[in-house]
Structures are given as structure tokens and as C-alpha cells.
């Protein structure tokens, strides 16, 4: 078995290597950060056993000794035919005193000397891993929107052109979604649950369907619904959103948020580029 894709992210402190590490996390790389550099041959070895093709892991440069050194770790995984992707961030040092300043965090290298000390310490010390980086991207000018953009387009060319959204039908006597995005309240429609040949049935059921269509203001709304969706998709996918959660609710989450939710994942499934599954969440698994 072989890795599809095994990145190694490194760089200066403060320059995003946590942000970026989060972002592949995203993307479903199997990722850990700052990995003591001598447990990466264990590290290979587990992962390849698990059949994981896809790795992301950043390396704690600050250890040495017994936890080994990054470049011996590098030498490691070359001499396992193991096609790195080395990504080293840096940043201008008005940056990174910025960055530090608004988190009021320290800086691992800050023994002595102060803030620019210790981040000149650190280039000297990362020099090394820079010059065999294959990827070095200043990050002073991006923000952490960008730098996930950045990562999303270079390390999973697909996924960059698409939008993942689950589509949550449910009932509010259950509680709202925790994780909906987007929530809408489709109670306004008159229940099928209060016509008696229809309460046993959900909004999967045509007889449910046929029942909510002929509703005089079914179609209006949702036309109003696709397009405020169609409006804000780009937007959330523009500011680097990778998975979106839009929920339709009603009281029991049986009937009419079922009904709601299948029509917006079928207009959405119409769209290049989104990925649409849809949750019952009241129902039990088709």
C-alpha cells in the first residue's frame, strides 16, 4: 500500500502551521500534530497497516535527543520511498509579533532576549528544514481564509470545487440541530399529521407530497427558499467552507421538513460542484 498523499507541515511559530493542520484535518487527512520526530517510522507503519493513504503531520521541531531531530525523520521516510510534499509557512517578522500580540501567547522559542529574539533564533534553527521544503509559502498577507484556500486547491484539487451539504429534516419538539448553518421553519404549512390516512405516513410518501404541493403557498416558497440558497452556497464556498448544514424544521420532523428538505436536495444536486446528502433525522434510516 502506498500513501497518496503524505504532507509534512513545518515553519515558523506563529506563521499557521496550526490553521493549516486544521484545514487538512478538514479535507479528511489522517493528521497529527507535532509528532515527536522519532515516533514517525512507528507513525508509517500503523498507517499503512490501517490502509490510511492520505497523511498530514507536523512536526515538533523543539525536541531533540531521545525524540530524534526532523531532518533524521525526513531521511526516514525518503528512505521508504515515501513521496514527501514538505510544506515549510513563513511569515515577516512584523507578522508574527502581530500574531502573538493578539493571542498574548508565548513564543516557544522565547527563552531570553524578548519577541524578536526568540523568532530569529527560530529561522536559524528552521533554516535547515526550509531549504529542503518543497512548498514555502509566506503566509504575512493571507488570512486564515486564504491559507485554507491555498491548501484546499494545491492538496485536493477536487475537493476544491466542491461543496459538501447535508440537508437535516427534524422535529422542534426534539430539539433544533446543534450544527445547522442554515435553519428554516416550515410549520406555516397546514400538517398532514392532523388527516388521518395521512398521520401514519412521512414526507418520503407520495400521498404526503401530493398533499403539501397543493398547498397554494407551497410552490412560492419554495422558489424563495432556492433562490436565498442559491445566493449564499457561493458565498459560503467563497470563504472557504467545505461542508455546509441547512436544516428545515417542523414540529415532529415527520411530515412537512421531510417533504421540504428532499425538494431543496434535489435542486441542489442539479448544481455542479455540491455534494448533497440528505438526513431524516426523526425517521428511521431508508
Known amino acids: 500500500m502506498t500513501f497518496s498523499r503524505f504532507v509534512v507541515v513545518t515553519g515558523l511559530s506563529g506563521a499557521g502551521k496550526s490553521q493549516a493542520m486544521k484545514s487538512f484535518e478538514d479535507l479528511g487527512f489522517y493528521c497529527l500534530d507535532n509528532l515527536p520526530p522519532a515516533l514517525v517510522p512507528e507513525l508509517v507503519t500503523l498507517a499503512e497497516r490501517a490502509g490510511i493513504r492520505r497523511v498530514a503531520l507536523s512536526l515538533d521541531v523543539r525536541v531533540g535527543g531521545a525524540f530524534g531531530e526532523a531532518a533524521g525523520a525526513l531521511d526516514e521516510l525518503e528512505h521508504r520511498e515515501i513521496a514527501v510534499d514538505l510544506l515549510f509557512l513563513d511569515a515577516d517578522d512584523a507578522t508574527i509579533v502581530r500574531r ?9 522559542a522565547d527563552c531570553a532576549g524578548g519577541l524578536a529574539a526568540a523568532i530569529a533564533r527560530e529561522r536559524a534553527t528552521l533554516a535547515p528544514l526550509r531549504d529542503r521544503a518543497t512548498r514555502v509559502w509566506d503566509t504575512s498577507g493571507l488570512t486564515q481564509t486564504t491559507l485554507k484556500t491555498r491548501i484546499v486547491e494545491t492538496f485536493d484539487g477536487e475537493r476544491a470545487e466542491r461543496l459538501d451539504v447535508r440537508v437535516v429534516a427534524f422535529g422542534f419538539k426534539n430539539g433544533v440541530p446543534l450544527d445547522a448553518d442554515l435553519m428554516f421553519d416550515v410549520r406555516f404549512f397546514t400538517n398532514p399529521n392532523y388527516v388521518p390516512e395521512l398521520k401514519p405516513l412521512t414526507g418520503r410518501d407520495v400521498a404526503v ?3 403539501i404541493e397543493a398547498l397554494p403557498e407551497t410552490e412560492p416558497f419554495l422558489e424563495r427558499l432556492f433562490g436565498t440558497i442559491d445566493f449564499l452556497v457561493p458565498l459560503y464556498a467563497r470563504e472557504g467552507k467545505s461542508r455546509l448544514t441547512i436544516a428545515i424544521g417542523c414540529t415532529g420532523g415527520r411530515h412537512r ?14 448544481h455542479d460542484g455540491i455534494a448533497v446528502t440528505v438526513d431524516d433525522r426523526e425517521l428511521p434510516q431508508e
Do not use: G, M, N
Not at 100 to 108: A, C, F, G, I
Open 100 to 108: 502573538y500580540s493578539e493571542t498574548r501567547r508565548r513564543h516557544p
Open 209 to 211: 407530497a401530493r398533499f
Open 257 to 270: 421538513s421531510v417533504y421540504v428538505a428532499r425538494r431543496l436536495a434535489a435542486h441542489l444536486a442539479a
